[in-house]
């Protein structure tokens, strides 16, 4: 109607104009990676990882940071967590701009239907990061923007369909109930 046009005239007036995401992919090859069982979060000694070393790894591995564990220039160093395999390709694809949760659970929808068909890996992840001055809040706390604005979930999907829900948040917002 007319506050649609309205609306328009404003954003056209101030050059305001929409974006599309950013879409890039990437192969990640002979990548290590940690051994993860669907029932086992705390990991077991020579069977499988955690789910805080998997956080951790993939930090890591989205990143960019070498796994190698070889230092060089600088202090510290990093290694996949054991038990780990060496995965031959490794898929990387990263979504940047505003992106609504509808198109992210139609995503992870699609992700789930991996499995459908016969293939070799037995799990896959969704990282979601918001931005750092999200408004985005938790229960009845304002959202710790100027202390660091950490403001992520990751979904790791299994073969069996179990997933993990990882989530952080800043050192001053609650945790999402």
Request: overall charge negative; glycine content about 8%; proline content about 8%.
């Given at each position: 109607g007319a506050e649609g046009s309205t609306l328009m005239s404003y954003f056209s007036k101030n050059q305001i104009r929409a974006?599309?995401?950013?879409?890039?992919?990437?192969?990640l090859r002979d990548l290590q990676c940690?051994?993860?069982?669907?029932n086992e979060l705390q990991g077991k000694p020579e069977e499988s990882c955690s789910t805080e070393e998997l956080f951790e790894w993939l930090g890591a591995v989205l990143n960019q940071v070498s796994l190698d564990n070889k230092s060089s220039s600088f202090l510290s160093t990093y290694c996949c967590?054991?038990?780990s395999t060496i995965?031959?390709?490794?898929?990387?694809?990263?979504?940047?701009?505003?992106i609504i949760p509808e198109k992210i659970i139609q995503l992870l929808e699609q992700l789930c239907c991996y499995f459908g068909d016969p293939k070799l890996a037995s799990w896959l992840t969704l990282t979601v990061h918001g931005f750092a001055d999200s408004p985005v809040s938790w229960r009845e706390s304002e959202h710790g923007f100027h202390k660091?604005?950490?403001?992520?979930?990751?979904?790791v999907i299994f073969r069996n369909l179990d997933?993990?829900?990882?989530?952080?948040?800043?050192?001053?917002?609650?945790c999402p109930p």
């Open positions: 974006l599309k995401p950013k879409i890039t992919f990437s192969t940690p051994v993860l069982q669907s967590p054991q038990p995965v031959e390709k490794a898929f990387l694809c990263t979504v940047t701009g505003f660091g604005g950490e403001n992520l979930y990751n979904f997933y993990w829900l990882q989530m952080a948040v800043g050192t001053n917002d609650d």
